[in-house]
């Protein structure tokens, strides 16, 4: 009899662990496994923000808001293609951003003195910045020649500025290829431009409407907008420069912080976002660096 009890216990448990063992199955049947079903799959993760922050929590970043479409104002707030992606990047790190405005050619000095993280700035990439910074490009212009309307120089191209006043953003790129077309017109034997360099690109805008400026350097689409925002005032003489790129500083040799922004941008890209703000600010799709 005690034989017998003890045979019954055993095949119960041998029942029970089999029940069990069915209930824990995922099947063709709806059953459900015991493991979460998002284990399956690894989680999308945050690409990470460098371990130095001026600010903890906060990606701070120096721009020059007077260079629309990129960085402006409007009704105090700043707007524009890189102040949406400034946070489009924050974002895919896990911090905020804090903007820092400044007159162009503060903008190195500060990064170098580590009051911001990067410059965020459309900031040209040229040789002589390369020495001083490291860049991630994230866009591709062109620059052109804007006079006032009816081109009373008859300029063309960059030939014709010899001995006429340009205005420029003082230490931005349009006053850097300036002075190497000085270079040329000077080795050619012909005057060279009267280079009007000023604090912003608005002040370059004034100067040329004022007449003291014969003309101004501008990007393509800064120069598109500015038709935009005042019509009949300027017109396009001519374009130079179309394989210029531009992109977002970091200090130079901080290799951490540049792979940060790299993979930050890069998820921007993959989700549809850069191409999302192209299309808002009305940049044409060929300026992409991610084609």
């Known amino acids: 009899m005690m034989k017998n009890t003890k045979m019954f216990v055993c095949a119960m448990l041998v029942l029970v662990v089999a029940v069990l063992s069915a209930c824990g199955t995922n099947n063709a049947n709806g059953g459900q496994s015991s493991a979460p079903a ?17 600010e903890k929590g906060f990606l701070t970043y120096g721009t020059a808001a007077t260079f629309p479409p990129f960085e402006y104002m409007v009704n105090n707030e700043f707007t524009g293609f890189d102040i949406e992606l400034g946070q489009a990047i924050a974002k895919e790190m896990g911090v905020e951003v804090k903007i820092q405005s400044m007159n162009f050619d503060g903008l190195i000095p500060a990064l170098q003195g580590k009051r911001i993280d990067i410059i965020n700035s459309a900031m040209y ?43 420029v953003t003082r230490g931005a790129v349009e006053e850097i290829n300036v002075r190497e077309e000085n270079e040329k017109l000077k080795q050619a034997g012909k005057p060279e431009i009267k280079i009007l360099a000023l604090p912003t690109a608005n002040d370059a805008v004034l100067a040329t409407e004022q007449g003291r400026a014969d003309a101004f350097l501008h990007s393509s689409p800064g120069a598109a907008y500015l038709q935009e925002e005042k019509p009949g005032v300027f017109e396009i003489a001519g374009s130079f420069g179309a394989d210029t790129k ?29 191409k999302q703000l192209m299309e808002k600010y009305h940049l044409p799709a060929e300026m992409s660096y991610f084609k």
């Open 125 to 167: 990439i040229k040789p002589e910045r390369e020495e001083q910074v490291d860049f991630i490009p994230y866009m591709g212009l062109a620059d052109s020649i804007v006079v006032k309307s009816g081109n009373p120089k008859g300029v063309k191209s960059m030939d014709d500025l010899s001995n006429l006043t340009v205005a």
């Open 38 to 54: 998002e284990s399956s799959k690894p989680e999308e993760t945050a690409a990470a923000a460098p371990s130095f922050l001026v």
């Open 246 to 274: 531009i992109g977002i500083a970091v200090r130079k040799g901080d290799t951490e912080t540049k792979t940060a922004i790299e993979a930050a941008l890069k998820k921007v890209v993959e989700n549809g976002t850069y």
